[in-house]
């Protein structure tokens, strides 16, 4: 009896998730909260907002990036109450949104410094044979006491895309404790962020354009 009852429960489960599905019209393949399928728009918000995350665009500008968020949040629990136009409508502002997160220009850079600082392969350790280089990134943020400052990572192309995301972000979250520990930088002044493979400034096919491109740029930044 009781085998009975619970292949009727889970029948009828089974038809209410497909019976949902259809009526909100889902249309790609995306699991989430027990349902499957979900319109284009939807996935493409999601997508556009986690890219964001992983440019570390949540970090340079917080409050638009929360908005971009809040929207594919709202357009999730707007589609889930059957209200498909409208929450495909919010899931396209959201992924707009998210895409237009923190041109560049939308803050003013004061000056720049381009630390070149060659990690071990798989290591976002600080070497001793780069203090040099550091105290000089260190006398350049002094000079400007009291600015926010902010230390993007880059890297290579050698390993996978999202591999060098990581590094990149452990590799400017490393400089910044040096700062902090070594050259009494005040953490609260400094941001971090990654940005992978990206944004190369040389070619990725020469030993030495390699070590231009494994590098954390420091931005001194103005109202």
Not at 46 to 57: I, L, P, R
Not at 60 to 89: G, H, Q
Not at 115 to 133: P, Q, S
Not at 137 to 164: C, S
Request: with cysteine; proline share 3%; net charge positive.
């Amino acid at each position: 009896m009781q085998v009975l009852v619970a292949r009727r429960l889970l029948i009828g489960a089974i038809l209410f998730s497909f019976l949902f599905v259809l009526g909100c019209a889902g249309m790609e393949f995306a699991p989430k909260n027990g349902i499957w399928y979900y319109p284009k728009e939807l996935v493409d918000a999601k997508k556009a907002v986690t890219d964001a995350k992983s440019a570390g665009k949540d970090k340079i500008c917080p409050k638009a990036y929360d908005e971009a968020k809040d929207l594919k949040r709202k357009a999730y629990e707007t589609y889930w109450s059957c209200k498909d136009k409208e929450a495909i409508s919010i899931a396209k502002d959201a992924t707009s949104k998210a895409k237009a997160l923190c041109p560049k220009g939308s803050e003013k850079v004061i000056d720049k410094f381009t630390l070149i600082i060659n990690f071990d392969f798989d290591k976002a350790t600080i070497r001793k044979a780069d203090a040099a280089e550091l105290r000089k990134a260190t006398e350049f943020i002094k000079k400007y006491p009291g600015a926010k400052v902010r230390l993007e990572g880059h890297t290579d192309w050698k390993g996978t895309e999202q591999y060098n995301q990581d590094l990149s972000e452990k590799r400017s979250a490393a400089t910044k404790e040096y700062l902090v520990t070594k050259g009494n930088i005040d953490a609260s002044r400094i941001s971090t962020v990654g940005y992978g493979e990206t944004n190369p400034v040389a070619s990725n096919k020469t030993d030495e354009g390699r070590f231009q491109n494994r590098r954390v740029e420091i931005l001194i930044l103005g109202d």
